[in-house]
């Protein structure tokens, strides 16, 4: 009985080694093995097959929001939650993102040569007349205090540093004032180092 079942059990093993010959002995696709054969005849009375017809899926033309269609303008800047309620919030013109403050511009200047003398930037030139304030701002490390495992996280992204020199541009609107922000050699600033200046303005202003 024991001998028959290892005749058996040698046997299936035969077997499977046969077929995994078989098996990985041809890769071969089995395309290569294909023969090309005559065209479909269709007998007489009856009509040609048709394929499937192709489903067009068709996707709405999402509506813009009104005023959107005929003066495209850029992303606005969110502003500060209730903005009706606060004296300076940011908000988008032709020219970029600016300040909006309420207050009359020869006000506006002077609050903003206090708020760059107190913010820890260094006042270079200052025009209280036409607010065009010149400052060089350095921008404080913020991973100084982080642990060592923090600092070995190599794969993480500095962050951006907006540090260098800027002149602020005060412009009257109704009995508001608008502050745009400039580099120190007149050209703009861009969107996200002007968020980045003028919200600590907004909060000394605000």
């Known amino acids: 009985m024991i001998n028959s079942l290892r005749l058996m059990a040698m046997a299936l093993t035969f077997f499977a080694v046969l077929s995994g010959c078989s098996m990985f002995g041809n890769n071969e696709p089995e395309y290569l093995d294909s023969v090309t054969v005559d065209n479909l005849r269709i007998p007489e009375g009856l009509d040609d ?6 489903v067009v899926i068709s996707v709405p033309q999402m509506r813009m929001p009104s005023g959107d269609e005929l003066e495209p303008k850029p992303p606005r800047v969110v502003s500060t939650a209730g903005k009706q309620d606060t004296n300076a919030h940011m908000a988008w013109s032709a020219e970029g993102v600016y300040l909006l403050v309420k207050d009359t511009p020869d006000s506006v200047a002077r609050r903003l040569r206090f708020a760059i003398d107190h913010s820890g930037m260094t006042m270079l030139r200052k025009d209280d007349q036409s607010g065009a304030h010149k400052f060089h ?8 205090q982080e642990g060592f495992f923090s600092r070995m996280a190599f794969w993480r992204d500095d962050p951006a ?5 800027f002149m602020t541009n005060i412009r009257g609107d109704g009995q508001d004032t608008r502050v745009y922000l400039l580099f120190g050699n007149g050209k703009g600033v861009d969107t996200t180092g002007a968020e980045h200046i003028l919200g600590i303005f907004m909060e000394r202003l605000g």
């Open 49 to 54: 097959p048709t394929g499937a017809i192709p």
């Open 137 to 144: 701002y350095s921008q404080a490390k913020t991973n100084q």
């Open 161 to 165: 540093d907006y540090s260098g020199t």
